[in-house]
């Protein structure tokens, strides 16, 4: 007569609430990473907006060739041109690898903030694409043509250079992501180096632990009741 094995039985205790706990993680995780996406695309939509109407109303109002309104002083003011190039006129005669340069960086903000787990960064990052995607409209739409365009400049910084509200934000998030690369702060929230080093945790990604079953006691048996 030929037997089969039984199965063994299940032991409750093994069957552990990790899995419910890490799908709870989960989505605690994936919650506000939208969150944080859709206001960086927010704030980057603003940033343009705000790019190209101060540049329509910089074409209104102030005349090519004329000189600096004076704001502040000699430091600030106001005084319209046509840059090809790129800040501080460099590159005046590679527009179309301007172009292509600003299209690259553009795709790869885009990737990074499907990854965003940190409000530092969607900052950064949403001022970032909004002043690349303000010059990047200017190379497609302007004059002398398609990926060729002259870049808008209005705001004169005394006699260094002249720039725009898509160069202010793009400024201040390339102060910021260096600010948060040096605190170790990652693109997902986690904080590297210092005393959390290793740990690879965030305050915003801490989730509180599923509360379960508490195992039961092993019951242990003692030479007597072996013996029995």
Do not use: C
């Amino acid at each position: 007569m030929s037997t089969s094995a039984r199965p063994e039985p299940t032991d409750p205790a093994d069957a552990s609430p990790q899995a419910p706990a890490d799908l709870a993680a989960g989505a605690v995780r994936r919650g506000p990473r939208r969150v944080l996406v859709v206001w960086t695309v927010v704030l980057a939509v603003l940033v343009l907006v705000l790019d190209q109407l101060t540049k329509w109303w910089a074409e209104s109002s102030l005349t090519l060739g004329d000189d600096t309104i004076p704001l502040v002083g000699s430091l600030l003011g106001l005084r319209l041109i046509y840059n090809p190039g790129a800040a501080l006129s460099i590159a005046t005669g590679m527009t179309w690898l301007l172009t292509i340069v600003v299209v690259a960086v553009v795709v790869v903000i885009v990737r990074m903030v499907s990854r965003i787990g940190s409000r530092a960064w969607a900052v950064a990052l949403g001022l970032l694409l909004g002043g690349a995607l303000g010059n990047l409209v200017d190379r497609f739409f302007r004059e002398p043509g398609f990926a060729r365009g002259h870049v808008v400049d209005f705001i004169a910084y005394a006699n260094w250079f002249v720039g725009n509200v898509a160069d202010i934000a793009i400024v201040a998030a390339a102060v910021m992501i260096a600010v948060l690369s040096v605190l170790g702060i990652g693109l997902d929230g986690t904080r590297h180096g210092g005393d959390h080093a290793g740990s690879g945790t965030s305050a915003d990604d801490a989730v509180e632990p599923t509360s379960g079953p508490a195992p039961e006691p092993t019951a242990t048996r003692t030479d007597d009741e072996g013996a029995r």
